[in-house]
């Protein structure tokens, strides 16, 4: 009887042991398959935050490489974020951020010390101006003794327009009174503040000024993506943390071909991509006929522009520091010298170690 118990009791004991295995089992199979946290046992490069939170239709890319997987394919167990840009500056600083997405509104930041350099194009314009239907105002020059609503001070949309007016002989300095600078907090107060004639011109960032002009209220008078000043170069570029890319260029190439990933897979998927964007809410679409031509007017490169090498980054940099040097934005006496500075040729390093 003894012994009947014992074998009883050894079998019971290996079913239960054969259930806790089988459960276990079970459970790694579903965080792989349906949980964002899978443990960084099974990526290269462990988890990170990347700031993806901001909804910013030209946002794209970062988008669509978490949805995708390009940023997972890549070793990266990424974390989207919120981030301001004093945060994104301190992460850059020291490490924890490793990648941003930016304008060169950054550049005078890296001139007063912040670690980081350009390590990519992103895309092109998405700033627009808006007035009123039956506003005089058509053109920069237009503009001389006017209020000009902007998100920042320093902000992008504020250098643009500071561009644009400098180009027309108008002084952009708020110590010339030529112009005045108005900032809101959002860019739906700017558009608010035109159709009450408290500013002139609203700069706002897509899709805020293209829903403004299809209401028939307003007109745009500046397209950064087509204006002659900005067409056709990267508004958007991305930044890498100086010290990550000192300590492991190659986690930063990595990084780089999910981006590009994601890119082409924009520029060929561009509905498909409005359609993720808006159904996981990463940006306000209520009109996606609208969002997709924003897409395409972005001019993501493509893989094979990628494979060419034909992404004029570089040239861009040169470009826009020559711009923002010319008004007084930069401080640099050489810009060349400065774009060499600011500029780091990823694949080049990872491929000459």
Known sequence: MK???VK?????AVIALSLIVAFVACGTKADTEGSSDKGETQYKYGKIDIPGKDGALC??????????GFFAEEGFDVTLISADTETRKIGLNNGTIPIVNGDFQFFPSIEEGVKVKVVDGLHNGCIKFIVPKDSPIN???????????????????????????EKAGISAKQEDNEVTFVPYTDGNLEIESVKNGDVDV?????????IAEQTGDFKVIF????DPTFAGKYCCFLYASEKVLNEDPEKVAALLRAYNKAQNWIAENPKEAVDIIADKKYAAIEDKVLAEALVKSYAYPSAENHASGNTHIYEDVLYFVQELQSIGYLKTKDAAAFADQI???VKSAVSSN
């Open 3 to 5: 012994k009947k118990i």
């Open 8 to 12: 009883k009791c050894f079998s019971a």
């Open 59 to 68: 946002a794209a890319p970062i988008y669509i490489a978490y949805e995708q």
């Open 139 to 165: 053109n920069a020059r237009d503009l001389k003794g006017k209020k000009i609503a902007v998100d920042e001070i320093g902000g992008t949309p504020h250098q643009v327009a500071s561009v644009w007016l």
């Open 202 to 210: 609203a700069a706002l960032w897509d899709p805020l000024g293209s």
């Open 223 to 226: 397209d950064l993506s087509t």
């Open 343 to 345: 500029y780091f040729d």
